[in-house]
């Protein structure tokens, strides 16, 4: 099928046949690194190497853009040891994944920082990350500048 052909469709992974489940699997235990080679990982999910690699380009997992997105958090931190490793311990708790850090050099006992990171995985909310990492200490102001 040409490219401009294709169709895509959303479907519930439980009206989804039980071969298709299991190329997601194999594809998953591969990016994981559980698995070293197909073999291993179609032995793992009992699926056939000829079942994989036919459905391997026609099934991905889908991420909700809106939920998904990356966003730039503009932080400005008191210089002292250890205030960019709170912050950055909030975004874990609340399930952020950092992706990027940027740090200027400290300037009258300030540094300000741009932390750019995955937030589909965020615990209660943005805002809630937001408030937890303001109230810190260290933390003089943090604000999204994009996503």
Do not use: W
Not at 59 to 65: E, G, T, Y
Not at 89 to 94: A, L
Not at 123 to 128: E, I, V
């Amino acid at each position: 099928m040409h490219q401009a052909e294709q169709k895509f469709y959303l479907v519930e992974a439980a009206a989804l046949p039980e071969v298709l489940l299991k190329v997601l699997a194999v594809k998953e235990l591969l990016e994981a690194g559980s698995a070293k080679t197909v073999a291993e990982a179609v032995t793992q999910v009992r699926l056939s190497r000829s079942a994989f690699y036919k459905y391997r380009d026609a099934i991905s997992p889908f991420f909700d853009a809106s939920s998904g997105r990356i966003i730039t958090f503009h932080v400005l931190l008191k210089n002292r040891p250890g205030a960019l490793s709170a912050v950055l311990g909030i975004f874990s708790n609340f399930g952020a994944n950092i992706l990027t850090i940027n740090q200027s050099i400290p300037v009258r006992g300030r540094a300000v920082v741009t932390i750019s990171a995955e937030t589909h995985r965020v615990a209660d909310g943005l805002d809630r990350l937001l408030a937890a990492a303001a109230e810190h200490p260290e933390v003089i102001r943090i604000e999204v500048m994009a996503g």
